[in-house]
């Protein structure tokens, strides 16, 4: 499956982002989809999971601020940013555990 994520921008802290990630197949029977982001010189870090289900999971540092979710007839995955702190700006990917990395979007956040 490849995806693509899209979304990203320049936002001041404060505002809100919304990325979307499109997958080339049919994603219903995919157990997990994620959201990672790698900011410059840091490791790439899991942000937010979201099961078949739709149960949730977020990292410590954006819980509260990030809802992930996903349209499964539509094959899509969704990150809505909200409040967002010039340490959330990263290049974010969308990914299938144990899948290739596509293309990020680059989120960068102002103060």
């Known amino acids: 499956v490849q995806l693509q994520a899209s979304g990203g921008g320049l936002v001041q802290a404060g505002g809100s982002l919304r990325l979307s990630c499109v997958a080339s197949?049919?994603?219903?029977?995919?157990?997990?989809m994620t959201w990672f982001r790698q900011a410059p010189g840091k490791q790439r870090e899991l942000v937010a999971t979201v099961s078949s289900s739709g149960l949730t999971n977020y990292a410590d540092a954006i819980k509260g601020r990030f809802t992930i979710s996903r349209d499964n007839t539509n094959n899509m995955l969704f990150l809505q940013m909200d409040n967002l702190r010039p340490e959330d700006t990263a290049v974010y990917y969308c990914?299938?555990?144990?899948?290739?990395w596509g293309q990020g979007t680059l989120v960068t956040v102002s103060s």
């Open positions: 990914h299938i555990p144990g899948g290739n």
């Open positions: 197949q049919n994603i219903s029977s995919i157990l997990f």
